[in-house]
T-cell receptor, first 114, second 117 residues
């Protein structure tokens, strides 16, 4: 079975500062890892996906994440926060060669301080 | 850009009543999913559906739940006799291919908030 843990249910950063949202995974088989963002009253939108092709994955809106097998981590970063980044961010995992379900973390609410 | 749509956006029902949540997946997608998110909790997988049958379901998806693709465009989730604990946001998702075999992903709708009184 696979799972993800997101450290920090709430993260606040100043506009222009580095954004770092943490995600650690557990999987008995090579994982597919995802970051989704949820803006208020909207559905989940894919930011980026790790498929084992490259450990550094670039996504939309300037976000990127690095897969570190030794640390079982897939942290999401953005060099410079923008007010429009305020949202809830979810890390998710799916097991390669297995079923198609996504297993989500509990989410991190990102607040941007002007 | 194609998107998954869901209706209604908010449904209020009495305990014990049946509800049907509707979803229109992206038109060329073949894999369909329902997830739910109880307020303040994580998004949880309910069921996946492919080739007109359930491919996997979670322990949450008991006999009170059913899914159907009645007309080739809609994908529905029925809760036969709602309980208070069914109150949640229900998300529909779809994908063109298997998400664990390439670059595809699941595309989510905006959700239906179900409130059971």
């Amino acid at each position: 079975a696979q799972s993800v843990t997101q450290l920090g249910s709430h993260v606040s950063v100043s506009e222009g500062a580095l954004v770092l949202l943490r995600c650690n995974y557990s999987s008995s088989v090579p994982p597919y890892l995802f970051w989704y963002v949820q803006y208020p009253n909207q559905g989940l939108q894919l930011l980026l996906k790790y498929t084992s092709a490259a450990t550094l994955v670039k996504g939309i809106n300037g976000f990127e994440a690095e897969f570190k097998k030794s640390e079982t981590s897939f942290h999401l970063t953005k060099p410079s926060a923008h007010m429009s980044d305020a949202a809830e961010y979810f890390c998710a995992v799916a097991a390669s060669g297995g079923n198609e379900k996504l297993t989500f973390g509990t989410g991190t609410r990102l607040t941007i301080i002007p | 850009e194609p998107e998954v749509t869901q209706t209604p956006s908010h449904q209020v029902t009495q305990m014990g009543q049946e509800v049907i949540l509707r979803c229109v997946p992206i038109s060329n997608h073949l894999y369909f999913y329902w997830y739910r998110q109880i307020l303040g909790q994580k998004v949880e997988f309910l069921v996946s559906f492919y080739n007109n049958e359930i491919s996997e379901k979670s322990e949450i998806f008991d006999d009170q739940f059913s899914v159907e693709r009645p007309d080739g465009s809609n994908f529905t989730l029925k809760i036969r006799s709602t309980k208070l604990e069914d109150s949640a946001m229900y998300f529909c998702a779809s994908s063109e291919t298997r998400i664990t075999t390439g670059t595809d992903t699941q595309y989510f709708g905006p959700g239906t908030r179900l409130t059971v009184l």
